[in-house]
């Protein structure tokens, strides 16, 4: 396994004699909008799509073997194709810069890090770093970025790349007129959204690498500092938005105006007003759009599992009794205030603000709640998420749409009428129903227009797409294929065997 040719160029390890390579490699924006190669053959005649050896951005013998066995046990070769094209896409397409020596590696959605993104195109890989030691590395770089990022800047969601990679900040038209406070600056950060499931998503990679691992050492000061900065945002966004006498509670505000592309939060950058409860608010959704009310439960959720998880990890590594005692009473707090403030008649509310207000949808971008079961939050069988899940595949959730040839559940970030495949993933990790898994498999695989690729969302009326490249969907199908692999092994397998990669 080694950092590709692509990386080593951004990485600056020999770029004067690799620049001529670095220059034939594509760009996959524009690669992944068109077939290239052979197709599979299957009836949909998926076409291969991963870049060439020397252009992918990180190669990974571990990768390759678990591509290897699953193609050579899945029993649909449009399936199959579909696996070789989305489980190695994160290593093939978005690792910008990578240095051991520094610990650093900055992955890239887009042009940009966001900690929500890479927690999640990493969480398929978790299996293979007790065994490929080069990728647990990269892993833990990840984790090395993300923490100097978070310990300085702990409200903001999306970051350019680190001094030491030599690579350019990117201009965001999005951030560019935007009033943050505190304030931050752009060449660090790339936009500074307050979404709570970033902060959830960091601490998700943390501990998912040492649950594979059983390596502490990246418990580092700086990490240590961005842990300490999570607890100071949920200390502060846990508060009501006026005290006893009638004092503005305002630790962070984001506005818009001067020409912003983004929207302007209201009550001058502050959100809607919430009551304590016990959960924290958040200004922005997983999907970077406005919230409606400040609590949103599903982030909350996830917010609960992650602090339990994170107390798991430093009680066993030893580590900072204080801080995991502290993780378990905020996990506590935000629990019992999700079952006792947001469920109505055994539904879930999205959002809520400590008034009795409450918004009933769902948006495809996860944390969600169509997504408790996968972000462990509880089991899929539970009747309250049974009846949610119902509720949030009909009519009754604003956000949910069905054409000729796709359903699903998208929300704003587009439109109402495009929703996103992810919603579908997050539906089959969310149901034991083979009818339902096998509905859900492939309303995703035919909806590919023809590419291999899972995509943003798809319009219901003509079938056209959003992104051609998203490397967190594509990483999150691989995932539930794997998921797939091991609880339904007789739905997509010849043998009906489960398979685990890494044993």
Known sequence: MKLGFASLVTAAVGASTL??????????????????????????????????????????????????????????????????????????????????????????????????????????????????????????????????????????????????????????????????????????????????????????????????????????????AAVDQIFRVIYEQSQSTFDEDYNLVSYYNWTGGNGALSPA????????????????????????????????VPANAMLSVELTHLADVLDAAKQAKNISTLAR??????????????????????????????????????????????LGFLEKTHPAYVATRKLLLSRKNPYFAAGKNFSGIGGPHVDAWNPWPMSQISAIFGTDDDSEIKQSLYLIANNTHGLGLIHESINIYDGTYTRPWFAWANSYFAEMLLDLAQRKPHLIFKDGKPYTPGQ
């Open 19 to 224: 620049l001529g390579t670095a220059a034939q490699c594509p760009d996959f924006t524009t690669y992944s909008q068109s077939p290239q190669g052979n197709p599979s053959s299957g009836p949909l005649a998926l076409p291969y799509m991963r870049p060439d050896p020397a252009c992918r951005t990180f190669n990974s013998t571990a990768v390759e073997k678990v591509i290897s066995d699953m193609k050579s046990r899945l029993k649909d070769p449009d399936l199959a194709r579909l696996f070789e094209n989305t489980f190695p896409n994160t290593l093939d397409t978005t690792v910008k810069y990578f240095n051991t020596t520094e610990n650093l590696a900055f992955i890239i959605t887009g042009v940009s890090q966001w900690l929500r993104d890479t927690a999640n195109q990493f969480a398929h890989y978790h299996t293979l770093l007790s065994t490929d030691k080069e990728l647990a590395t990269l892993v833990k770089a990840v984790i090395n970025n993300e923490a100097r990022y978070v310990s300085q800047y702990p409200y903001c969601g999306a970051f350019q790349p680190p001094p030491e990679s030599g690579l350019a900040p990117s201009f965001n038209g999005y951030a560019e007129g935007v009033t943050v406070n505190p304030p931050v600056n752009n060449q660090t950060v790339f936009e500074c959204k307050y979404e709570i499931d970033s902060l959830c998503g960091f601490l998700k990679l943390s501990r998912s690498y040492y649950q594979a691992t059983n390596d502490a050492s990246f418990m580092n000061d700086n990490w240590f």
């Open 265 to 296: 939060v209201n009550n001058a950058g502050n959100g809607e007003p919430k009551l304590y409860t016990g959960l924290v608010g958040t200004h922005h959704r997983p999907s970077d759009d406005l919230s409606t009310f400040a609590f949103l």
């Open 329 to 374: 009473k905020y996990s506590s707090t935000i629990t019992n205030a999700i079952w006792d403030t947001t469920l109505v008649n055994n539904i879930f509310a999205y959002e809520t603000n400590g008034f009795g207000g409450r918004y009933v949808m769902d948006d495809a971008n996860v944390p969600s709640l169509l997504s408790l079961p996968y």
